[in-house]
């Protein structure tokens, strides 16, 4: 059963950081590209980060420069380092392995982790 775990989230000032982890399971974790998406409210679900199984990373222009991805097979767990977080970035994040027109690979979310940042 796939499933997905998120955590890490809450609410910071403007110019904060936030570290989001989430756990996979079911799935062949090191196989696959992993993403980080977040869902604004009254807007669509975005990928703002990916990492590979070879560690090449790609981010959103929105979050390049302030967001860092990064994953630890061993433990079936991606991560996402959020600097110099913005009002604009708050949302409920999610992870998923990303398919490679970068939509979500599975059609099981976890419940998210809401990041919350105050101006």
């Known amino acids: 059963q796939v499933q997905f775990v998120e955590s890490g989230g809450g609410l910071v000032q403007a110019g904060g950081s936030l570290r989001l982890s989430c756990a996979a399971s079911?799935?062949?974790?090191?196989?696959?590209?992993m993403g980080w998406y977040r869902q604004a409210p009254g807007k669509q679900r975005e990928l703002v980060a990916s990492i590979s199984l070879s560690g090449s990373t790609n981010y959103a222009d929105s979050v390049t420069g302030r967001f860092t991805i990064s994953r630890d097979n061993a433990k079936n767990t991606v991560y996402l380092q959020m600097n110099s977080l913005k009002p604009e970035d708050t949302a409920v994040y999610y992870c998923?392995?990303?398919?490679?027109?970068?939509?979500?690979?599975?059609?099981?979310w976890g419940q998210g982790t809401q990041v919350t940042v105050s101006s």
């Open positions: 079911g799935i062949p974790f090191s196989l696959k590209t």
């Open positions: 998923n392995a990303r398919a490679f027109n970068n939509r979500p690979m599975y059609d099981n």
